[in-house]
Nanobody, 125 residues
């Protein structure tokens, strides 16, 4: 059984930083893309960032470019999301996701097969 478990969420103030982590078990993602999505209250789930297994391809939503950084450790089967200069509009449940794609850093939700349970990030203004 494949499991993705996120951690690191919490309540912070605008301008603060937060680092989310996701560890996968039951399947190696060392040859697959991984990403982060988020869902704000009353809204649909949206793409945040993705990284290919080689690290040679990354993708970010325009709203987080320059503030968020996705990183991976294939030896540990983990993917992290460093979030800096947080804004109130970053408040959402953040989901880690894994794809079976061996190339690229997919931004489409439909490209992802495996999902974590989510971790809440709340940014107060």
């Amino acid at each position: 059984q494949v499991q993705l478990v996120e951690s690191g969420g919490g309540l912070v103030q605008a301008g603060d930083s937060l680092r989310l982590s996701c560890v996968a078990s039951g399947r190696t993602f060392s040859r697959s893309g991984m990403g982060w999505f988020r869902q704000a209250p009353g809204k649909g789930r949206e793409f945040v960032a993705a990284r290919s297994w080689t690290g040679g391809s990354t993708a970010y939503a325009d709203s987080v470019k320059g503030r968020f950084t996705i990183s991976r450790d294939n030896t540990k089967n983990t993917v992290d999301l460093q979030m800096n200069s947080l804004k109130s509009e970053d408040t959402a449940v953040y989901y880690c996701a894994g794809t079976t794609a061996t190339r690229g850093a997919p931004s489409l939700e439909a490209s992802y097969v495996y999902w974590g349970q989510g971790t809440q990030v709340t940014v107060s203004s």
